[in-house]
């Protein structure tokens, strides 16, 4: 034997907590986004923290069910 020990890499489960907060956080920005005067940046804006927020509802949804 060599003396090197096996390396086992532990995957941390996601903090659900922080997917929660980074959902509002998203939704907050989206209201803010939302306000004011419609340009190309804004709609960008809006769009981006849209599909932001999407994708962590989703995440969310799998691992509240497991």
Known sequence: ???KK???EVVPRPDINAIEADI???????SFAR????NAYKRAQRRA???LS???SA????????
């Open 1 to 3: 034997m060599s003396g």
């Open 35 to 38: 306000r004011g005067e419609d």
């Open 6 to 8: 096996d390396k086992v």
């Open 24 to 30: 509002a956080y998203f939704e907050a920005r989206l």
């Open 54 to 56: 999407d994708s962590l």
């Open 59 to 66: 995440s969310l949804k799998k691992l509240q069910k497991s």
């Open 49 to 51: 923290y849209q599909a």
